[in-house]
């Protein structure tokens, strides 16, 4: 199976360096509509509901610090990508790659499956809260 490092490295091969923030939303989308489209999720780390909109921390880890991004600051193989996997994430990047970071983050916001998983949780104040496969499964096949 690919990993979160696999995916972000062929988002980067395909869509060139990229802020952080733009990134994570990418990958955040891009498992989304995996589940949608092939019935099976792309990558199996945690997504959390950070205060800017979904974030990967085992992603966010290799890139902690950085405001941009680029191919070769990511370790994943974009290789380890299944064909339905390389469709998915180049629909994902047809319809938002070129979003700025904060209309991404913006759009997040209004989304259900970050809001679930922030419930209760003051704007702006840290969180951990996972936004679950299946909040992210019924909210955009209901699209």
Known sequence: MATVHDVAAFILE?????????????????????????GDVLFDSQIQAWANGPVCPELFQSHRGAYRVAREDISGDPNQLNQDQR??????????????PQWLSDLTHVEDPWKLARAGVPEGANCSSEISRESMLNYYSSL
């Open 14 to 38: 395909r869509a060139g360096s990229m802020s952080t923030m733009k990134l994570q939303k990418l990958v955040y989308y891009s498992q989304a509509w995996s589940l949608v489209w092939d």
């Open 87 to 100: 469709e998915t994430v180049e629909g994902v990047l047809s319809v938002y790659g070129d979003k700025t």
